[in-house]
Nanobody
Framework: QVQLVESGGGLVQAGGSLRLSCAAS????????MAWFRQAPGKEREFVAT???????NHAESVKGRFTMSRDNGKNTVYLQMNSLKPEDTAAYYC???????????????WGQGTQVTVSS
């Protein structure tokens, strides 16, 4: 099994930046596709970004150009750099791992506990 722990969330004003981290332990980290999802109260869990074993990332259209996902296999950690934050980015952000690189939450097997990001207007 894989354990995932997110950190780095907090409160920031619109236009500001945050960097989220997800530390992984357990099975070989580099063998999994990794993803970030987010979920606001009353809404479906939403795809944010995915990254493959060698660091090629794909980002949702809603965050493209503002968010950047990266991966450090040596540290067993993935990151989400979030710039130009908007109030609509407010959500709990979750790190996920799975055998396939997809944008669907149901395809991921392992999940972190989430870290809250709140963007004030």
């Amino acid at each position: 099994q894989v354990q995932l722990v997110e950190s780095g969330g907090g409160l920031v004003q619109a236009g500001g930046s945050l960097r989220l981290s997800c530390a992984a332990s357990g099975r070989t980290f580099s063998s999994y596709a990794m993803a970030w999802f987010r979920q606001a109260p009353g809404k479906e869990r939403e795809f944010v970004a995915t990254i493959n074993w060698n660091g090629d990332a794909n980002h949702a259209e809603s965050v493209k150009g503002r968010f950047t996902m990266s991966r450090d296999n040596g540290k067993n950690t993935v990151y989400l750099q979030m710039n130009s934050l908007k109030p609509e980015d407010t959500a709990a952000y979750y790190c996920a791992a799975g055998p396939l690189l997809t944008g669907w939450a149901s395809d991921y097997v392992y999940w972190g506990q989430g870290t809250q990001v709140t963007v004030s207007s």
